[in-house]
Each structure stands twice: as C-alpha cells, then as structure tokens.
C-alpha cells in the first residue's frame, strides 16, 4: 500500500510540474507552437525551441522599444505587439498601428527556408480562382499554406463580382527585400499574396515617400467582404495597418 501512495504521489507531483511548466508558457508563444509544430517543439528558458535542437530567445527584455527599433530589432514577443481583428478596423487607423507587419526575419527564416533555393523546394504550382482568372501561382506548402490558397480561390470563385481585384496577382513567391528598407519581404517565404495592384492603395505610393514616420492618411479600393474571406483562412491583410497596403495578404494564421 505505502508503495502505491509513492507511486501516486510521484505521479501526481509529475503531473503538477507539467502543469506549472506548461504555464510558464506565454500565452502568444503557444500559438507559434501550435500553428509550426512541423519546425517547433516547444518553448523552455525564454526560448522557442525548434525541432532541429536551435532556439531562438522570446523576450530580449528591452521595454518602451520604438517603432522603427520593433521594425528593425524585434523579438518573437514584439510580433504580437499588435492585435489583430478580423472585425472592420477603424478609420483613421491608431498611428504607427500595423499588426503582423512587427517580423522576426530569422524566425520565418526557419520556418520556411534560409535562401530561395530552400524556400523553393517546398513550393507547389496552383491554378489561382480556375473560373475567374485561371493564372498559375507558386505558393509554399509548408503549414498548409497551399490548402488555405486553395480554399480562399475555390470560394472567390464564386464571386464573379471581385474578379478585377483577383486576377493579374501582382506576386506571390519573390525573395526580395522591402522597398526602401533591408528588411526581408515575407514574399519571400512563399505565403504571401499581392492582389491587382491597379484596384490596391500602398503608403509608400501615396505619401510619395518611405519615411516609416510620416503622417497619413488612408486609402482602400478593396471589398471588405473579399477581405473577410481571406481572413477566414489565416491571412492577415495589410489593409488594417497604419502603414497600409491593401493588395496584401499574408498567411500569419498565428495572429488570427
């Protein structure tokens, strides 16, 4: 009997140090782990832990960073800085509010390939929307960004009405840097889409600069109800950033 109480008390003791380890975990942190599990295995010490054995830290401990220092120097934890919402943002946007735009390069990196050549074997040829437009894409098939491109263009098929903003896409894989800046395009991972560009508003067009911290406006030409679906799939859209870029959709299932 005494043998059995130990047996249980020692399970119970295991099982109450999971627990406690478990929380440990930040709330953010768990939905990498859960949306990557294919690359990460866990979190331990203040680090994301990948399945290969690398981690890569969560909190560098700098507080009050600024803008450009969350766009250019970020940790894991700053890309949640803000929230995204899948309900109508408001117009004007809160300055410098662009969920999802906050990157950690090395972080995607990891997940989808270090060079082209690594990004590209794991790309896959769709038709994009067979009814209305017919055009071949390549788009990664990694965490199943390919189903969820398919299942946004099997449902704007049905839409006759948005095929002007979704054919002639603008790009999907390009490894190339961001305009006016050294930070990595997530085009570059293969999970992000550039609709037509001739319906779309960029903030870079518009101000007619690449000043991060200039004042402005906003503009879209883009159905809501396009965005919405979407959006039902994991796609953030650039729309609802400050620095807005409405022909952008980006596969960030993470942040939805």
Known sequence: ??????????????????????????????????????????????????TDGTRMKWDDGIKNKSYQQLLDEPDLEDMFHDTYRKRTAKIPLPVNYDPGRIRVEPFFMKLYGESPDKVRENLREIVWCPKLVGQKIKVSTLFGADKQFEKISKELDEYPEFAPYVAKIAGTFNWRKIAGTDRLSMHSFG????????????????????NEDAVLGYNNNIPLKLVKIFEKHGFVWGGKWYHYDTMHFEYRPELM
């Open 191 to 210: 999970m992000t889409m550039d609709i037509n560009t001739k319906f779309t508003h960029y903030w870079q067009w518009d101000c007619k600069c690449k």
């Open 1 to 50: 009997m005494k043998k059995l109480i130990t047996l249980i008390l020692c399970t119970v003791s295991i099982m109450t140090n999971q627990l406690a380890s478990a929380e440990k975990i930040p709330a953010n942190a768990k939905k990498l782990i859960k949306h990557y599990k294919e690359r990460i295995s866990g979190f331990e010490d203040n680090h994301i832990v990948f």
